[in-house]
């Protein structure tokens, strides 16, 4: 629970959460933590469509009915692949 602590307060999840603009290699870091600290997530992507725009969905499991959910909508300029 500590490494969740660590992850949760950590300046790259509060550099995920109020950037306009998500660079994948921070989502990447993200994850990598996730799994590194054995913390149980989901990632979805959800491609666009003619009637919405791209969007992912991170959540990551506290306890059995607590769970912490972010989600990162794209426009067309929303991500950053560097």
Same mark, same amino acid.
Do not use: H, W
């Given at each position: 629970?500590?490494? @969740?602590?660590?992850?949760?307060? !950590?300046?790259?999840?509060?550099? @995920?959460?109020?950037?306009?603009?998500?660079? =994948?290699?921070? @989502?990447?870091?993200?994850? !990598?933590? @996730?799994?590194? !600290?054995?913390?149980?997530?989901? &990632?979805? &992507?959800?491609? /666009? $469509? $003619?009637?919405?725009? !791209?969007? /992912?969905?991170?959540? =990551?499991?506290?306890?059995?009915?607590?769970?912490?959910?972010?989600? &990162?909508? &794209?426009? $067309?300029?929303?991500?950053?692949?560097?």
């Amino acid at each position: 629970m500590k490494e @969740l602590v660590n992850i949760l307060s !950590a300046d790259l999840l509060r550099s @995920l959460v109020n950037s306009k603009r998500l660079q =994948i290699k921070q @989502l990447n870091s993200l994850i !990598a933590l @996730l799994i590194k !600290a054995n913390i149980q997530f989901t &990632f979805t &992507f959800e491609p /666009a $469509s $003619s009637v919405r725009e !791209a969007k /992912a969905i991170l959540t =990551i499991y506290l306890r059995p009915n607590v769970s912490v959910t972010i989600t &990162f909508d &794209f426009d $067309s300029c929303g991500m950053l692949l560097d």
